[in-house]
């Protein structure tokens, strides 16, 4: 596929995820901090990104399955997926953690399953389309062409 | 603006970061290189108490309020309360907005107090408080 194309698809895809919700204006400046002594800044974060939620999200589902659940726990875990989310500009997943602590602090068990799960499909989500938007940038690169900026 | 001189001669402004989240360890050393400063991140505040005893050519230390073991204030009222450490200037950054916490940092001396997610705005404003 010719160069312009393939950059035309990298922003229409780009931008759906903004209107969509699904990224926020801190994605657009992690995408500014990277530069040529950080080439690969962008993925080298949202890598770590995917690493820690993967974790957190695992802790979550074995402290929220025990017969008495420590709130506390997953509070503090919740806390820590929210900070990370935000700090990447995933925003539908940082709103779920918002609702998410909300069912902390009632100690509402089914309420934060709830949450868990609906965590866990925004992550997955959001997971998915940043591979697809990596991947498109790669594929500009690979035909020699330069990745688009978004702002 | 005060700095530290290097081995070589060099000024430089060498920052500690203090966070336990590796996304957000990235982020501020970034924020921190882009504005020309070296930069040390460690996750704990036991390591960077540690790292402190080392070398104490620190010119700012920038934490996290909420870390496990040991909080950014706990970290805080420690660097205060040291006479080696206590000019070090110390930045607290957290994920909310509590005023009363923002103002218990600021009254044990935090220099300033940044709510995440950090932005170059608030690096270039931390410029002139460097020791």
């Known amino acids: ?151 | 603006m005060a700095s530290s001189r290097g081995g070589d001669g060099e000024r430089q402004i060498h920052v500690l970061a203090v966070d336990d989240s590796s996304v957000d360890r990235a982020m501020i050393a970034k924020l921190l290189r882009s504005s020309k400063y070296k930069v040390t991140a460690v996750d704990s505040g036991k390591k960077a108490l540690e790292l402190l005893g080392l070398e104490p050519n620190v010119n700012m230390i920038i934490t996290d309020y909420w870390m496990p073991e040991m909080t950014g204030f706990e970290l805080l009222k420690i660097v205060k309360e040291s006479s080696e450490l206590r000019q070090i200037p110390v930045v607290i950054m957290s994920s909310e907005n509590v005023p009363s916490r923002i103002n218990r940092c600021l009254e044990e001396g935090a220099e300033d107090f940044l709510l995440k997610p950090v932005r170059p705005s608030d690096v270039s404003r931390l410029c002139s408080r460097m020791r």
């Open chain 1, 1 to 151: 596929m010719e160069i312009g194309n393939l950059q035309r698809r990298y922003l229409d895809f780009a931008s759906t995820l903004f209107h969509e919700g699904f990224l926020d204006n801190q994605f657009t400046q992690l995408q500014q901090l990277q530069d040529e002594s950080s080439p690969e800044f962008v993925l080298e974060v949202v890598t770590l990104f995917f690493e820690d939620s993967e974790k957190l999200l695992d802790e979550l589902s074995r402290t929220l399955n025990q017969q008495a659940v420590d709130f506390k726990k997953v509070d503090a875990h919740v806390h820590q997926l929210k900070g990370s989310s935000a700090s990447i500009g995933a925003q539908r997943v940082k709103n779920v953690c918002v609702a998410f602590r909300n069912c902390c602090e009632e100690m509402n068990q089914e309420g934060c399953l709830r949450c868990l799960r609906q965590v866990r499909n925004e992550y997955f989500l959001v997971k998915n389309k940043l591979e697809t938007l990596f991947a498109l940038e790669q594929q500009i690169v690979a035909a020699g062409g330069s990745v688009p900026m978004m702002w």
